[in-house]
């Protein structure tokens, strides 16, 4: 779900503490196209909004989210919205986002 060698690659270029929030910047913006996800109907705004999503998801290291995402961009884009599951793509963010959390904590230095 997780792609560590990228997260441990981004903590080390940036830093620590730029690297917390960079997660937590990640974390509010994700989470707030998730809540718009639901409402969109316009296909290009949905193909923009999983775009999003996959660039932001793939600097981070959310390797099964962001490949969830590019599915549905491509649907989107293809003019398939209807097949694209909004509760799904949530789902994975929240499985993705509990790994990565614990994941981090396993990870801090003692």
Known sequence: MITWSRVDE????????????????FLEEVEGELDR?????DA??????LHFLKGSALN??????AALCQLGERQA??????DIRADRVVDCYNRSKSEFMAGLEQRRPT
């Not at 981004?10 to 910047?25: C, H, T």
């Not at 290009?44 to 909004?49: M, P, S, V």
């Not at 884009?77 to 209807?82: K, L, R, T, W």
């Open 10 to 25: 981004l903590a080390d270029e940036i830093g620590a503490d730029d690297f917390a929030e960079v997660v937590a910047l």
């Open 37 to 41: 996800l639901y409402d969109l109907t």
């Open 44 to 49: 290009n705004a949905l193909e923009r909004t």
């Open 60 to 65: 981070l290291g959310f390797s099964e989210f």
């Open 77 to 82: 884009a293809q003019g398939n919205s209807s």
